[in-house]
């Protein structure tokens, strides 16, 4: 079975706190996205990792993949409160090109002052 | 640029009727998706099409139906609407094995 688990699902921070996002998968794949949802929104796009030891940062985000360990992080760095969203991990375990998605549960981030 | 539009933005629908949620690009994007994203949980894949023409089920097809008659639009066909539909419905296009790029969404009811 193609599952996705993120880990903590909740997650609460004060700002200016460090935290990571766990992202397991069960199949092998070197396809994994990262994507941010406000409430009552569509998904944004923020990382693509196509590679074993892919680490890709945007401000306070960095995500990374192991594909041995079937693993991706997000990390944040000094939480702010604009970073209060929920985050899900994706991967593409089909072995096509085809992008068929299966996605974790999300991680519903609050950052509290 | 338009991007990914979908209509209708929402839709309360009773239980047996059917409806069509129209979904469109101006990216010139040949794959195009349909997922649905039940409360508190992640997007399932419904349907996805490869280009005009090709279609194949995703994970969660029964209830559904697809066309993909032009690279622009790939509408997503509800026949006898029943209350476990009730969801809210994400069309998405991609270009290559970049990312998928989502729509605004259709929030649907079915009562």
């Known amino acids: 079975e193609l599952k996705v688990e993120q880990n903590p699902l909740f997650l609460s921070m004060q700002e200016g706190k460090n935290y990571t996002i766990y992202c397991n998968y069960s199949t092998t794949s070197d396809r994994l996205y990262w994507y941010r949802q406000d409430p009552g929104k569509s998904l944004e796009s923020l990382f693509v990792?196509?590679?074993?030891?892919a680490v890709k940062q945007e401000g306070r985000l960095m995500a990374s993949l192991d594909t041995k360990a079937r693993l991706s992080t997000l990390h944040i760095t000094a939480a702010v409160h604009d970073l209060s969203a929920t985050y899900f991990c994706a991967v593409d375990m089909s072995g096509s090109s085809y992008g068929k998605l299966t996605f974790g549960q999300g991680t519903i981030l609050t950052v509290h002052p | 640029n338009a991007g990914v539009t979908q209509t209708p933005k929402f839709r309360i629908l009773k239980i047996g009727q059917s409806m069509t949620l129209q979904c469109a690009q101006d990216m010139n994007h040949n794959y195009m998706y349909w997922y649905r994203q039940d409360p508190g949980m992640g997007l399932k894949l419904i349907y996805y099409?490869?280009?005009?023409?090709?279609?194949d089920k995703g994970e969660v097809p029964n209830g559904y139906n697809v066309s993909r008659s032009t690279t622009e639009d790939f509408p997503l066909r509800l026949e006898l609407a029943a209350p476990s539909q009730t969801s809210v419905y994400f069309c998405a296009t991609r270009d290559g094995p970049d990312t998928q790029y989502f729509g605004p969404g259709t929030r649907l009811t079915v009562l």
């Open positions: 990792l196509l590679s074993n030891g």
């Open positions: 099409s490869v280009g005009a023409g090709i279609t």
